[in-house]
């Protein structure tokens, strides 16, 4: 979540709303960003799924180990999910890849064109379509 804070200024120019939400108690993220020197670089909405109802419906809960994987989701404007990021629970997130990935479907949306392997913003697209298949 600091790593996320620490570039939310990025995430709002490319108008990026970022939420993070966690099966622990409000009363946890209060202490959480209280005390913690990571807690309190936290500046966005940090939400309590405490039912865990949240988790269980985007597919994240390990219900034997009683905890949340790690994931990120990419929800455009109209509520879709884009894209989504599911780590392991040792592994952090890769905040690089979560911005190059929304940047990605921005571009996409705006020209059409498709993010080929590799691409950083900037780059230009490929075309999307049957008769290009194979050609990229």
């Known amino acids: 979540m600091a790593a996320v804070a620490d570039r939310i200024c990025e995430f709002q120019s490319i108008n990026t709303q970022v939420l993070a939400i966690s099966t622990d108690s409000i009363y946890s993220h209060k202490i959480f960003t209280q005390t913690s020197p990571s807690g309190k670089k936290v500046n966005y909405p940090l939400l309590s799924d405490r ?10 809960l390990n219900e034997k180990e009683d905890f949340a994987y790690r994931a990120a989701f990419i929800i455009d404007p109209q509520g879709t999910i884009q894209g989504f990021i599911v780590n392991p629970q040792p592994v952090g997130r890769n905040i690089d890849e ?5 940047k990605g479907l921005q571009y996409n949306r705006k020209t059409g064109r498709g993010i080929p392997v590799g691409w950083l913003p900037g780059d230009p697209g490929i075309p999307i379509g049957w008769k290009y298949i194979g050609k990229y």
């Open 98 to 102: 979560l911005i190059r990935i929304i």
């Open 51 to 60: 039912t865990q109802k949240v988790s269980k419906q985007y597919g994240i």
